[in-house]
Nanobody, 117 residues
Framework: QVQLVESGGGLVQAGGSLRLSCAAS????????PGWYRQAPGKQRELVAA???????NYADSVKGRFTISRDNAKNTVYLQMNNLKPEDTAVYYC???????????WGQGTQVTVSS
């Protein structure tokens, strides 16, 4: 059973930074396209950043220039570096792994990020 475990969330002031980590139970990231999503209260889950294929990435317009997704396949871990955080970034952040050439998608349990003004 694949498990994705997020960490690194917390409370930060506007303008601050956080780095989220997503550790996989196996080498799932070597056969999948990982990404980060978020869900704010009363809103739908939305894409934040994701790998498209290989090293190509895609970002939501609202986070471009502030967030960076990266991966360490040797550690089976995906990261989301978040800089210049804004109150509107407050949400539960979820790690996602979509297995290539299948319909399989795995989700982590989420980590809360709260940005105070």
């Amino acid at each position: 059973q694949v498990q994705l475990v997020e960490s690194g969330g917390g409370l930060v002031q506007a303008g601050g930074s956080l780095r989220l980590s997503c550790a996989a139970s196996g080498s799932i990231f070597s056969i999948s396209v990982p990404g980060w999503y978020r869900q704010a209260p009363g809103k739908q889950r939305e894409l934040v950043a994701a790998f498209i294929s290989g090293a190509s990435t895609n970002y939501a317009d609202s986070v471009k220039g502030r967030f960076t997704i990266s991966r360490d396949n040797a550690k089976n871990t995906v990261y989301l570096q978040m800089n210049n955080l804004k109150p509107e970034d407050t949400a539960v952040y979820y790690c996602n792994a979509r297995v290539v050439s299948t319909t399989l998608t795995y989700w982590g349990q989420g980590t809360q990020v709260t940005v105070s003004s």
